[in-house]
């Protein structure tokens, strides 16, 4: 089969590229491994920045976004030393979040991707993408029952995250691969219960970091910091409730509403950029081309900022044969992921304490309640905030 554009990957950045494609004429097929359920119930992300919601919305993308999502403006910082909050809304460039989960997006951009007469591939794993370097490059596909199948394009979009095809398919050396293990873990935990506060939680606590954050009336995200290799399951969940009381100090600030765990995974904070994230015919986009601690909650925007990019610069290529935009493509795209890299490198820092015990400890948890007290008095460092914490 042949298309001009085939994007492997139904995630954000996938889907997002598709129907832009779409709107603007160019015809493109989606190659998704997984089943449509099971992507469309994958929660993940919650926290869309204003340029995401811009993105959506002049594409006609944000119909189930304006309905149901939630305009999210605060955030609470609970340390030793008490609770601040910072609105952001009336700090930096006055942008707010619009919460709605990632995996409600997912769907509205899969029946929109459809109804626009898209091509989208369910249970279709690409195994193999080839012919990176000439101007049709290949694409060996597998579906659920066994088949296989070979595709050509003009041009791939990885949007296969960082376990896919598209990353496994970069020749050595062809791309560099910039890479931090910032040695913290995250027990990710999703609760049937509505939020306990109105701001997202961030608590810095001795025992380790929690953090709240709303997700719908019904659902919650906590997070728990937990030992590098724990085994999720064997936290009980009262365990998990005695510690979220403790470290975000329920009983001065107030009782936080329980319920049953839903989900729960452990998440360890790595990142990585590439650089560039193109290799001849392919073009990376979201987790594919780097991936994000998601201390800032940055992951789904970028996907959406890479994906509007690589839209328009495609679109050109396609329609006039004009390759300049996607030439420069990854410069476009890489100042500004890593500026979020840097921003949630900072993030890390502020919420983590040290590990240990000892003299460097004690110096590494001094730096970061001196960073909590800067943010808690300087106007000027709460705009630098605001402006890095919602924008892109
Ligand atoms: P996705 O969403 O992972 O989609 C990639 C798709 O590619 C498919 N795939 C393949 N398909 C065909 N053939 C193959 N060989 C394939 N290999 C993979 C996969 O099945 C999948 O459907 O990547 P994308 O589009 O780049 O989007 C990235 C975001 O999903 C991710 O960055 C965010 O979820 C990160 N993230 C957050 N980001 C935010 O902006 N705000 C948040 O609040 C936020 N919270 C989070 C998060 C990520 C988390 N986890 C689980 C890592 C919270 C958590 C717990």
Request: some cysteine; hydrophobic content about 40%; proline content about 4%.
């Amino acid at each position: 089969e042949d298309v001009p554009v085939l994007i492997i990957g139904a995630g954000p950045a996938g889907l997002v590229l598709g129907n832009l494609l779409l709107a603007a004429g160019v015809d493109c097929a989606i190659l998704e491994q997984r089943g449509r359920a099971h992507v469309e119930q994958r929660a993940r992300a919650g926290f869309l920045a204003a340029n995401t919601v811009r993105v959506l919305a002049e594409n006609g993308l944000d119909a189930g976004l304006s309905a149901r999502g939630k305009e999210h403006d605060t955030c609470a910082f609970r340390y030793p030393g008490g609770q601040f909050e910072l609105c952001y809304r009336k700090l930096g460039r006055a942008e707010v979040h619009t919460v709605y989960p990632q995996q409600h997006l997912v769907a509205d951009l899969v029946a929109e991707f459809l109804a626009r007469g898209g091509d989208l591939r369910f249970d279709t794993e690409v195994t193999a993408v080839t012919g990176l370097d000439g101007d049709r490059p290949e694409v060996a596909t597998r579906d659920a029952g066994g088949v296989t199948r070979r595709w050509t394009s003009r041009y791939v979009a990885g949007c296969d995250g960082r376990h896919g095809a598209s990353r496994r398919a970069l020749p050595p050396g062809a791309v560099r691969r910039h890479r931090r293990d910032h040695d913290v873990s995250w027990l990710a935990l999703l609760v049937q219960a509505p939020p306990s506060m109105e701001a997202v939680g961030y608590a810095v606590h001795e025992r380790g970091f929690a953090g709240h954050m709303a997700r719908t009336a019904e659902v919650t995200r906590y997070y728990l910091q937990c030992p590098r290799g724990t085994d999720p399951m064997s936290w009980s969940e009262d365990r998990i409730w005695a510690e979220l009381h403790q470290r975000m100090q329920a009983e001065t600030f107030g009782p936080l509403r329980e319920g049953p765990v839903l989900e729960r995974a452990v998440v360890q904070m790595e990142s990585d950029v590439l650089s560039p994230i193109q290799f001849g015919s392919l073009f990376l986009a979201g987790d594919a081309a780097g991936l994000i601690s998601p201390s800032a909650a940055k992951g789904a925007n970028l996907a959406v900022m890479e994906a509007e990019i690589l839209a328009r610069a495609l679109v050109l290529a396609v329609h006039t044969g004009d390759s300049a935009a996607l030439a420069r493509y990854s410069a476009d795209c890489l100042p500004r992921v890593w500026r979020a890299q840097e921003f949630s490198h900072w993030m890390i820092n502020l919420l983590h304490g040290p590990t240990g015990t000892g003299e460097e400890a004690d110096f590494l948890r001094g730096l970061q309640l001196a960073r909590l007290e800067s943010l808690r008095s300087s106007r000027s460092h709460q705009d630098h905030f605001a402006e890095n914490y919602v924008g892109i």
